[in-house]
């Protein structure tokens, strides 16, 4: 096969890069690892920034976003005693708004299916080749058949684990792993905040939030290596009681349908270019979900990457040869943002930190620049 772009998974990176390349006329190949149904299935991200909406429905993809999104004008910060709303609207003048990024895959597909761009699903032994001149991806299909992509450009789009990271020799990284990670549940109960709740406790950290009218989502601070097993549903409830707790607010409990532990870490590899090879999304980040910044930073990078191979086909190079330089600028931003808000809400270290985080939940509640410092990054920096 031959194409302009090929893209190596079908996230929502590589989904909606494949999408934005078509409106413009040009032509992509998705080669995926797994199956449509397993990417569609996989619980993730929660929360848009303003500028991810506004870009899904520029695209025709807000159709259910504008019907089934929830959105919220800010979150609330709590500790031991006090709850405290911040209103973004009222700060930075942007919402954010809750739509799963399981509904934001299936969008995505939908509108893949309409195009007719082909998509290789069940993909194995993926590899990339002669990425620094004519580029080409090789893989087995779902039949077993040999198949070869030839290309102008390949992009990695497959995330922390896949391959096309290791395809740039000289990739320098950098990386922080945290002392805890996240205990994530999905529950078949109405949520019981209007907004989310992030909050700070001596036992760890804890947030609320949610999926729709009739589904909620929440995470507990647990350790790194914590077996799932030691969580039975009780003593997942008696916890989100106890870190969420405030007076006169009662947590409505209900049904488990699914809970995982979720590794967390900072992670930056640069360059997000090599020859004719990009990355975009979590094949070049991962940041701790704290900050709700991973979807957010895929669809940023691509949103880039996207006007940048578009101009680069039409005979103008400038944005491509900017675009890791570009792309890093807003990755280090949300890099540092995600750390900030994972410091400053999980619960380590002594006691000491504790007073540390607590000052700092106190400065952040009670001073409007500290606020809108918070405001305008979580609603996300214009793109
Ligand atoms: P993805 O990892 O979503 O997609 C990469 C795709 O590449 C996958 O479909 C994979 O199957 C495919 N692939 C991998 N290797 C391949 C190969 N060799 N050949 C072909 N395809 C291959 N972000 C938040 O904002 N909030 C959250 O609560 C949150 N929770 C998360 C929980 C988990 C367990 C994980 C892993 C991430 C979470 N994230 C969260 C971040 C997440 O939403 C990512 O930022 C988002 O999925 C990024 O999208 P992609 O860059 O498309 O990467
Ligand atoms: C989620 O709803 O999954 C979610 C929301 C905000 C975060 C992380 C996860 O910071």
Same mark, same amino acid.
């Given at each position: 096969m031959r194409t302009q772009v090929v893209i190596v998974g079908a996230g929502p990176a590589g989904l909606l890069l494949s999408h934005l390349l078509g409106l413009e006329g040009i032509d992509s190949v998705l080669v995926e690892r797994q199956t449509a149904e397993h990417v569609q299935a996989r619980i993730r991200a929660g929360m848009l920034e303003a500028g991810t909406v506004e870009l899904l429905r520029s695209v025709g993809l807000g159709a259910r976003l504008d019907v089934e999104g929830m959105e919220h004008r800010g979150i609330h910060l709590q500790w031991p005693g006090e709850r405290h709303h911040l209103d973004f609207v009222d700060l930075v003048g942007r919402s954010v708004t809750i739509y799963g990024q399981t509904e934001i895959t299936k969008d995505l597909m939908v509108a893949r299916e309409k195009a007719g761009h082909p998509a290789y699903y069940s993909a194995s032994d993926v590899a990339l080749h002669d990425v620094t001149g004519s580029p080409s991806v090789t893989f087995v299909d779902a039949d077993g058949a040999a198949q070869r992509v030839d290309a102008d450009v390949v992009v990695g789009? $497959?995330?922390?684990?896949?391959?096309s990271r290791l395809s740039i020799p000289s990739s320098q990284v950098w990386e922080r792993a945290y002392p805890f990670a996240w205990l994530g549940v999905l529950a078949d109960v109405a949520p019981s905040a209007d907004e989310l709740i992030y909050a700070w406790h001596p036992d760890g950290f804890a947030m609320h939030s949610m999926r729709s009218p009739r589904v909620s989502r929440f995470y507990l601070q647990v350790a790194?290596?914590? $077996?799932?097993?030691?969580?039975?549903d009780d003593r997942i409830w008696t916890a989100l009681a106890t870190r969420l707790a405030f007076s006169g607010w009662t947590l409505e409990t209900g049904t488990i349908t699914e809970k995982s532990v979720l590794p967390m870490r900072s992670f930056v590899t640069t360059p997000m270019r090599h020859g004719n090879l990009y990355l975009a999304g979590d094949a070049a980040h991962i940041v701790p979900p704290t900050g709700a910044k991973g979807l957010n930073l895929a669809v940023a990078d691509v949103a880039l990457l996207a006007r940048a191979l578009t101009a680069s086909f039409r005979g103008d190079d400038t944005l491509a040869d900017a675009y890791s330089e570009t792309a890093l600028q807003r990755v280090w931003r949300c890099t540092h943002f995600s750390w900030w808000m994972t410091s400053m809400l999980h619960r380590h270290g002594d006691d000491f930190d504790a007073q540390l985080q607590l000052a700092q939940l106190r400065r952040t509640v009670s001073s409007v620049s500290a606020a809108t410092e918070l405001a305008d990054n979580y609603s996300g920096i214009p793109l």
């Open positions: 789009c $497959d995330g922390f684990h896949g391959p790194p290596d914590e $077996d799932i097993a030691e969580w039975s």
